[in-house]
């Protein structure tokens, strides 16, 4: 007996269980090989989710880094112990961001030389920034600071010219501080020249004097050692760098540089390579459904010659679907086999369409398209689910990143290159913020005294001049400032505040009251209004704001006061000399 008597023998049913067992090896294929696409475009996706946080964290080495060359190695705990919070914190990001190119080291997903290449490239470059970061803190340590280090033996050997009973010039001991002082407070060689100058005079002028006065010798000892430790710390700041482009400092400022655009074009050739295996994967999976669609197109040739009308019927149908058009419903009249037959085409063709439907939506980039409730419980409805579910999530999850990520980018531009008024620093800082997150309206709040004082307010796109204090533990803010801790409301008690613009006023959907610490001190508030409910990821990125937005804030409050006091005492001292 032929094959062909056999087939021929077949009920319609095994003959159908043979055709359509094969479209259904298909679609297995189909879906192994969507699932395996899926797993390769996500893990390349963390990877590059992975790079992107090495980056973010080389940003925050940075702030580490210029923290402490301001102000951050006069603490007396570095000064003693060769270790502050911020040296601490500097170390924890560079091991993060070790972690983390040794993690991408080992990803089994990305087998590329060029890679690879880049990876080691970018970690040697993080060791050297990492020595020549020790050699800076172990150069500030021997600089020292006030009376510690080289800068405690200087003011031990001014004090000692100062308090010997030798009768010298005072006005050229004087001369040499001011020389001392300018030299710290600008940074500038010429005043090295002229500090040693006047050394040499003041020198040759005690050493005219009749040697039979007693502690000529001494004074003279004392002055060459006061003038060998400012050479010394001369030497020392010149290492570190007289300017931020210069010596140990400018180095690290330009590798800190270089090595995030190293990490921002390996974040890129990972989305390329991402991209091209997204591309490989459609390819794939419209190959394997335009073989099934060829298979089908097969069989219905087959069944034409074979069965009865009803089967020519169906035929037309595949015949119709392989050409790339949806066929009408066939009419079933009957309960037979071959009824069942049309049902199952009907079914198919149904689901194919919602199938195709749901691809095209997802290709257009529509992840809010929901598959129909009639057909999602197949394997493949099953399986494009899934992969619809997981880059859905996969989306939002990278727009929060690069959102949040970009805001910080933004703020932290504005406090680093920030060389303006404590005032003009709040407004460009909660006019940023305002805008940012698309809010109503803002204000920016410091502590003055046992009071909060309100130091800039932004709203509707303008800047707001309101003069308010507001005492400790008083109020929402000054509760939030008290107990260190977030404030987020939706239900705002009556009267508290009202969002004004050209409408008239309303009462806001809700409040935001995020205190500002740093070095676990509380010194203000940020304060954001809106006529919207804001998200979480939205709160999360003020509360991790708010730590840098205090930093600076202290640092330049810190830098006025010290200042402010700076020139009072140079002030009192030449007005004590000249009086």
Same mark, same amino acid.
């Given at each position: 007996?032929?094959?062909?008597?056999?087939?021929?023998?077949?009920?319609?049913?095994?003959?159908?269980?043979?055709?359509?067992?094969?479209?259904?090896?298909?679609?297995?294929?189909?879906?192994?090989?969507?699932?395996?696409?899926?797993?390769?475009?996500?893990?390349?996706?963390?990877?590059?989710?992975?790079?992107?946080?090495?980056?973010?964290?080389?940003?925050?080495?940075?702030?580490?880094?210029?923290?402490?060359?301001?102000?951050?190695?006069?603490?007396?705990?570095?000064?003693?112990?060769?270790?502050?919070?911020?040296?601490?914190?500097?170390?924890?990001?560079?091991?993060?961001?070790?972690?983390?190119?040794?993690?991408?080291?080992?990803?089994?997903?990305?087998?590329?030389?060029?890679?690879?290449?880049?990876?080691?490239?970018?970690?040697?470059?993080?060791?050297?920034?990492?020595?020549?970061?020790?050699?800076?803190?172990?150069?500030?340590?021997?600089?020292?600071?006030?009376?510690?280090?080289?800068?405690?033996?200087?003011?031990?050997?001014?004090?000692?010219?100062?308090?010997?009973?030798?009768?010298?010039?005072?006005?050229?001991?004087?001369?040499?501080?001011?020389?001392?002082?300018?030299?710290?407070?600008?940074?500038?060689?010429?005043?090295?020249?002229?500090?040693?100058?006047?050394?040499?005079?003041?020198?040759?002028?005690?050493?005219?004097?009749?040697?039979?006065?007693?502690?000529?010798?001494?004074?003279?000892?004392?002055?060459?050692?006061?003038?060998? *430790?400012?050479?010394?710390?001369?030497?020392?700041?010149?290492? %570190? /760098? #007289?300017?931020?482009?210069?010596? $140990?400092? &400018?180095? @690290?400022?330009?590798?800190?540089?270089?090595?995030?655009?190293?990490?921002?074009?390996?974040?890129?050739?990972?989305?390329?390579?991402? *991209?091209?295996?997204?591309?490989?994967?459609?390819?794939?999976? %419209? /190959? #394997?459904?335009?073989?099934?669609? $060829?298979? &089908?197109? @097969?069989?219905?040739?087959?069944?034409?010659?074979?069965?009865?009308?009803?089967?020519?019927?169906?035929?037309?149908?595949?015949?119709?679907?392989?050409?790339?058009?949806?066929?009408?419903?066939?009419?079933?009249?009957?309960?037979?086999?071959?009824?069942?037959?049309?049902?199952?085409?009907?079914?198919?063709?149904?689901?194919?369409?919602?199938?195709?439907?749901?691809?095209?939506?997802?290709?257009?980039?529509?992840?809010?398209?929901?598959?129909?409730?009639?057909?999602?419980?197949?394997?493949?409805?099953?399986?494009?689910?899934?992969?619809?579910?997981?880059?859905?999530?996969?989306?939002?999850?990278?727009?929060?990143?690069?959102?949040?990520?970009?805001?910080?980018?933004?703020?932290?531009?504005?406090?680093?290159?920030?060389?303006?008024?404590?005032?003009?620093?709040?407004?460009?800082?909660?006019?940023?913020?305002?805008?940012?997150?698309?809010?109503?309206?803002?204000?920016?709040?410091?502590?003055?005294?046992?009071?909060?004082?309100?130091?800039?307010?932004?709203?509707?796109?303008?800047?707001?001049?309101?003069?308010?204090?507001?005492?400790?533990?008083?109020?929402?803010?000054?509760?939030?400032?008290?107990?260190?801790?977030?404030?987020?409301?939706?239900?705002?008690?009556?009267?508290?505040?009202?969002?004004?613009?050209?409408?008239?006023?309303?009462?806001?959907?809700?409040?935001?009251?995020?205190?500002?610490?740093?070095?676990?001190?509380?010194?203000?508030?940020?304060?954001?209004?809106?006529?919207?409910?804001?998200?979480?990821?939205?709160?999360?990125?003020?509360?991790?704001?708010?730590?840098?937005?205090?930093?600076?804030?202290?640092?330049?409050?810190?830098?006025?006061?010290?200042?402010?006091?700076?020139?009072?005492?140079?002030?009192?001292?030449?007005?004590?000399?000249?009086?």
């Amino acid at each position: 007996m032929s094959f062909k008597h056999l087939f021929l023998n077949l009920k319609i049913r095994f003959k159908l269980m043979i055709a359509f067992g094969s479209i259904l090896l298909l679609s297995v294929i189909l879906v192994l090989v969507a699932i395996n696409g899926n797993f390769s475009i996500l893990s390349l996706r963390n990877l590059g989710e992975k790079v992107d946080m090495a980056n973010l964290r080389m940003s925050q080495v940075n702030i580490y880094l210029q923290e402490f060359a301001s102000k951050g190695f006069k603490t007396d705990e570095f000064l003693s112990t060769g270790s502050s919070q911020l040296t601490k914190g500097y170390q924890t990001e560079m091991d993060s961001i070790l972690h983390v190119l040794s993690l991408l080291k080992n990803n089994d997903r990305y087998d590329n030389k060029d890679f690879s290449f880049k990876l080691n490239t970018i970690a040697s470059d993080i060791n050297e920034f990492d020595i020549k970061f020790q050699n800076l803190v172990a150069l500030y340590q021997k600089r020292g600071f006030e009376d510690y280090g080289l800068e405690g033996q200087l003011r031990d050997a001014i004090h000692e010219v100062e308090e010997a009973h030798f009768p010298y010039n005072k006005v050229q001991m004087l001369m040499l501080r001011r020389h001392e002082k300018d030299f710290f407070l600008r940074k500038d060689l010429k005043y090295l020249d002229r500090f040693n100058q006047a050394a040499d005079i003041f020198r040759q002028e005690v050493a005219k004097v009749n040697d039979e006065l007693v502690g000529k010798a001494q004074v003279l000892l004392h002055i060459n050692e006061y003038q060998t *430790k400012f050479n010394d710390i001369v030497e020392v700041e010149q290492k %570190i /760098g #007289l300017t931020s482009s210069s010596g $140990i400092l &400018g180095e @690290l400022n330009q590798q800190a540089t270089a090595i995030s655009d190293q990490l921002r074009k390996l974040t890129e050739n990972v989305k390329q390579t991402n *991209k091209a295996m997204i591309d490989k994967t459609i390819y794939i999976i %419209i /190959g #394997l459904f335009g073989a099934q669609l $060829i298979i &089908g197109m @097969l069989l219905g040739y087959i069944y034409s010659h074979v069965f009865t009308k009803s089967i020519t019927q169906i035929k037309d149908a595949m015949v119709s679907l392989a050409k790339g058009k949806f066929p009408e419903k066939l009419k079933v009249k009957s309960s037979d086999e071959l009824a069942e037959t049309k049902t199952a085409l009907n079914q198919l063709v149904e689901r194919i369409k919602v199938a195709v439907d749901f691809a095209r939506n997802l290709g257009a980039g529509n992840f809010s398209v929901q598959y129909d409730e009639k057909y999602n419980k197949d394997v493949l409805a099953k399986s494009i689910i899934a992969l619809h579910q997981k880059l859905q999530e996969a989306d939002q999850e990278q727009f929060i990143t690069n959102w949040s990520n970009e805001g910080m980018a933004k703020i932290n531009g504005i406090l680093k290159n920030h060389s303006a008024s404590l005032e003009i620093l709040g407004d460009d800082i909660i006019c940023q913020i305002v805008n940012y997150l698309n809010v109503n309206q803002g204000a920016l709040y410091l502590i003055d005294g046992n009071e909060l004082q309100r130091l800039a307010t932004y709203a509707y796109n303008k800047k707001r001049f309101v003069n308010q204090k507001i005492a400790m533990g008083t109020g929402l803010v000054g509760q939030c400032v008290l107990e260190k801790e977030c404030v987020y409301i939706t239900d705002l008690p009556p009267g508290y505040t009202s969002i004004t613009s050209g409408l008239g006023e309303c009462t806001p959907s809700s409040l935001l009251i995020v205190p500002l610490i740093a070095r676990d001190h509380v010194i203000g508030a940020i304060e954001l209004a809106a006529l919207r409910k804001l998200k979480a990821y939205e709160i999360e990125f003020v509360k991790k704001l708010s730590e840098s937005i205090a930093s600076i804030l202290m640092n330049n409050m810190s830098n006025q006061k010290k200042e402010a006091t700076e020139a009072k005492r140079v002030d009192d001292k030449y007005s004590s000399y000249y009086h």
